[in-house]
């Protein structure tokens, strides 16, 4: 009767055993080869030589150059195949990209950079708190206990990326004449980065704005978060944006403004939207008043 008792209990801890072992089995491959729900989306000239290459939400840009190009984000791992083919399908070499940069380090804008760093042999450029979570696969101290566990088994984050420089804030990254102006506007995550960079249409030069997302999760936090996010919004709104993009594509009408532009005499018009940014601004505020968290 024991020896049963004891053979059937370890029965039980054996199967309970397999059985994680196998939901950690099928949640890495399911984190391998998930795009997050993304599909390819075509690649456009936005102004100069400010390009779209990201997939139909989460967003990519190429800004090109005399001396090598820059790429901002990378999508998941597995959305980056979408942005190397759009890159080439805008007439560009991958091989020419010197310069990776990033908005944040969470899986849908970080996980794809190693990939296209692998692809380009660029120069990967991060803020001190992003460089440690790229480093580390998509790890951050201030994210929640249970969810920083499934990171830790595989189960979401991506592989390890290498980061080669980290930047302070304002400083400017150039490639040639392109150069961008870092703005570490922590609050979403402690290295979230905006960039600023004009671009040139015929006789005019344009501000270009990339916001990060500004939003904030209920499964992260820290300390410094409230003041940040104030530091963050005060700064972005003394940045002038005639044309500005996120990293999301329907929060600044990504695909709208794409048919605007194939339809506009000067398809740049349709990108020119400083009062869509002031908005995105103004609807972050309101979410920090109103203590909202995503
Ligand atoms: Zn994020």
Redesign the pocket.
């Known amino acids: 009767m024991l020896h049963n008792f004891t053979k059937r209990r370890r029965l039980v801890v054996l199967l309970a055993v397999l059985s994680v072992v196998a939901l950690v089995l099928v949640g890495r491959w399911l984190n391998a080869t998930k795009i997050g729900g993304q599909q390819p989306a075509e690649p456009f000239r936005i102004a100069g030589n400010f390009y779209y290459v990201g997939a139909n939400d989460v967003a990519a840009f190429l800004i090109t150059g005399p001396e090598g190009h820059v790429v901002l984000d990378g999508g998941y791992p597995t959305t980056a195949r979408l942005i190397m083919a759009s890159i080439a399908k805008l007439g560009f070499d991958i091989k020419d990209v010197k310069v990776l940069l990033n908005s944040?380090p969470?899986p849908?804008?970080g996980g794809g950079l190693t990939v296209l760093q692998q692809a380009s042999g660029a120069q990967l450029w991060a803020s001190d708190a992003s460089a440690d979570s790229l480093a580390s696969g998509g790890d951050d101290p201030d994210i929640i206990l249970p969810m920083r566990a499934l990171i830790w088994v595989g189960l979401v984050g991506y592989p390890r990326t290498r980061v080669d420089h980290r930047f302070k804030d304002g400083e400017t990254i150039r490639v040639g004449p392109v150069a961008l102006t870092a703005h570490i506007t922590a609050g979403?995550?402690r290295g979230s980065t905006s960039w600023s960079f004009p671009v040139r249409d015929g006789d005019r030069v344009l501000n270009v704005v990339s916001v990060c997302?500004l939003g904030v999760?209920a499964n992260s936090w820290y300390p410094e978060q409230a003041a940040d996010r104030e530091r963050s919004l005060s700064l972005l709104r003394s940045l002038p944006a005639d044309i500005w993009v996120t990293n999301h594509a329907k929060a600044w009408g990504r695909y709208r403004k794409f048919l605007a532009s194939a339809a506009a005499k000067n398809p740049v018009d349709a990108f020119i939207d400083p009062e869509g940014y002031r908005a995105y601004l103004d609807a972050a505020e309101a979410e920090l008043r109103a203590g909202r968290v995503h």
Do not use: A, I
């Open positions: 944040e969470h849908d804008h979403h995550t997302d999760l």
